[in-house]
């Protein structure tokens, strides 16, 4: 699959690249897909979560009632989970969500995310670029030139810019990340992911198995 490569003023250079078929144009993979976003989504939870059970509750130990004969359910004191402001049986505990996923499970799911952009023309690739200051309305101008400012954008530099990420850091419909920050769950969140010309150098060294075979 070609793609024009256009500059930031929205021009088409001439220029076309190809799109790796074994990246851009496999069958995507809906279960990887799961898996992969299951697995970020996990990571973003802090699991701080907690709540008091019985014996961590301050209040006397003293019995408040007969143990049988009463008509309802047994309790000893006021700590009791059958009483309000007791304690919580098998309330939540701090833990972590984190679960294991194999290294080229990730791969595919990240190519079947790609798969799916390339099927729906929702890739743009631009000329390396950056700007001299951060200045959003820069940044804004990119955009309207390449007809997508009114779309999610995912934009993947090969390296950290500084200028390019200030400058679309007010905008919540942009988020700029490199590489290396490439995972499904931004791509398929995005309307349209649009690469430079470096950084689709680099998807194809890092995610083409066939130059690692």
């Known amino acids: 699959m070609e793609v024009s490569v256009y500059n930031i003023k929205g021009e088409d250079t001439g220029r076309k690249v190809v799109l790796n ?26 699991g701080t979560h907690k709540s008091k059970e019985r014996s961590e509750i301050s ?4 019995k408040l009632g007969r143990q049988k004969g009463g008509g309802g359910a047994r309790r000893g004191d006021v700590n009791s989970p059958v009483l309000v402001g007791g304690g919580r049986v098998f309330g939540p ?19 079947s995310a790609l798969s799916y952009k390339a099927q729906n023309n929702a890739i743009v690739v631009v000329e390396d ?53 490439l995972n499904t769950y931004r791509v398929l969140d995005a309307g349209v992911v649009v690469f430079t010309e470096k950084s689709l150098s680099a998807v194809d060294n890092i995610l083409d198995t066939k130059k690692e075979a």
């Open 21 to 46: 078929a074994s990246i851009f144009g496999i069958e995507p993979n809906d279960h990887a897909i799961y898996l992969d976003v299951k697995q970020y989504m996990a990571n973003q939870r802090q």
């Open 59 to 62: 209040g006397s130990t003293r």
């Open 93 to 111: 505990r701090p833990r972590d969500y984190y679960f294991k996923l194999n290294k080229k499970v990730k791969a595919l799911a990240r190519k």
């Open 129 to 181: 670029f950056s700007f001299e200051a951060p200045k959003t309305k820069n940044f804004i101008d990119v955009l309207k030139n390449l007809n997508i400012s009114d779309k999610k954008l995912l934009l993947i530099l090969p390296e950290a810019n500084k200028n390019v990420y200030l400058s679309a850091r007010n905008l919540k419909a942009a988020n700029v990340q490199t590489i290396s920050g």
